[in-house]
């Protein structure tokens, strides 16, 4: 997450650096740095992009954790 303007909130992409103006996340809570995975589309006409789905998300206060494989 880049940053937020009122209920709308500016999302980058990592590898093309595409920046992608969305609707539909709870503003409260988006923090600037936060690191989002999820599922965005837009109808023909639309000038901002709709938040569908939620697959993962990192707080910009990340801490380093281990991940534990089970065999």
């Known amino acids: 997450m880049t940053s ?16 992608y103006n969305v609707k539909g996340l709870p503003a ?3 923090v ?6 999820g599922v965005i589309g ?6 901002t992009w709709k938040w569908f789905q939620t697959e993962g998300h990192l707080s910009a206060k990340r ?3 281990s991940l534990i494989k089970n065999q």
């Open 4 to 19: 937020k303007i009122d209920e709308t909130i500016v999302l980058s992409e990592f590898v093309t650096n595409n920046v």
């Open 42 to 47: 837009k109808r023909a006409g639309d000038k």
């Open 63 to 65: 801490k380093k954790i």
């Open 32 to 37: 600037s740095g936060m690191i989002m995975s």
């Open 28 to 30: 409260k809570w988006a």
